[in-house]
């Protein structure tokens, strides 16, 4: 395989540890609850990799055929991306204020309530696993050890996509459909015109990992490491 296909498989392999490892939590999310699926969504150039080829498979292959043409006015666009955020904790330094308005919108790939590419969702949307509906009670409550474990694959995520961008899923998709972005991108290079909106991907050097949870996640972190990229 070549250095993106190992990429992918490795992306894939997390998601199916995530669903392994949260599979017996307490949690209430399933695909009819679209609550939390807003205009918002963030996710990596990998991610988006992802979630095109599985668009592709099904016809959505242009640009007038993908969902994302229109896109909202506003939208959540990361200051940080998680790994970053990482780092600036563990410097004792103040994360920049974020502006993220469920408001703003629902999601471009929902189709009458329902997400149309679920199987192929960024991580982020399957690291909702609220405890309690959150139409109930306006936010949602996830268990301290999910979070965590959230965290730490996400960080990962955004590790093995070392050559792409963090951002707004209408943001990542745009790019991804620039031929020569997406070409250079999948030859493991990154371009070297700075994506508007998007942040670049930085390497995993902290771990989200509280000292509760340090015994927990570790067999979770050597299973992390036997994965190659």
Same mark, same amino acid.
């Given at each position: 395989?070549?250095?993106?296909? #190992?990429r992918?498989?490795?992306? =894939?392999r997390?998601?199916?540890?995530? %669903? +392994?490892?949260?599979?017996?939590? =307490? ?12 205009c *918002? ?14 668009? +592709?498979?099904?016809?959505? #292959? ?5 969902p994302?043409?229109t896109s909202? =006015? ?10 970053a955020?990482?780092?600036?904790c563990?410097?004792?330094?103040e994360?920049?204020?974020? +502006?993220? &308005?469920?408001?703003w919108? #629902?999601?471009?790939? !929902?189709?009458?309530?329902?997400c ?9 949307c399957?690291? /909702? ?15 301290? !050890?999910? /979070?965590?474990? *959230?965290?730490?694959? @996400? ?5 093995? &996509?070392?050559?792409?961008? #963090?951002?707004?899923?209408? =943001? ?8 020569? *972005? $997406? ?6 290079? $990154?371009?070297?015109?700075? @994506?508007?909106?998007? !942040?670049?991907?930085q ?8 000292? +509760?949870h ?8 050597? %299973?992390?490491?036997?994965? $190659?990229?």
């Open positions: 395989m070549n250095h993106t296909e #190992t992918l498989a490795v992306l =894939d997390l998601y199916q540890l995530h %669903r +392994e490892l949260t599979r017996t939590m =307490d949690h209430c999310c399933q695909r009819e609850c679209n609550v939390c699926c807003t *918002n969504v963030t996710l990596t150039t990998l991610e988006g990799e992802y979630l095109l080829r599985s668009l +592709e498979k099904v016809g959505s #292959t242009g640009p007038q055929a993908s994302w043409v909202p =006015d506003s939208r959540y666009r990361p200051r940080l991306t998680i790994n955020l990482a780092a600036c563990a410097r004792g330094e994360p920049p204020h974020e +502006e993220n &308005d469920p408001q919108g #629902t999601c471009l790939l !929902l189709a009458e309530g329902l149309t590419i679920y199987a192929a969702r960024p991580f982020v399957r690291a /909702m696993l609220s405890r309690v509906p959150c139409h109930q009670t306006g936010t949602a409550e996830i268990e301290p !050890l999910a /979070m965590t474990i *959230n965290h730490l694959l @996400a960080q990962y995520i955004e590790h093995i &996509d070392a050559y792409g961008y #963090t951002g707004n899923l209408v =943001d990542i998709m745009h790019w991804l459909q620039i031929p020569n *972005n $997406r070409t250079v991108y999948t030859l493991g290079r $990154r371009t070297a015109v700075p @994506a508007e909106g998007l !942040l670049a991907n390497p995993a050097t902290v771990l989200m990992i509280p000292p +509760e340090r015994r927990q996640v570790e067999p979770i972190l050597n %299973r992390i490491h036997h994965l $190659r990229v």
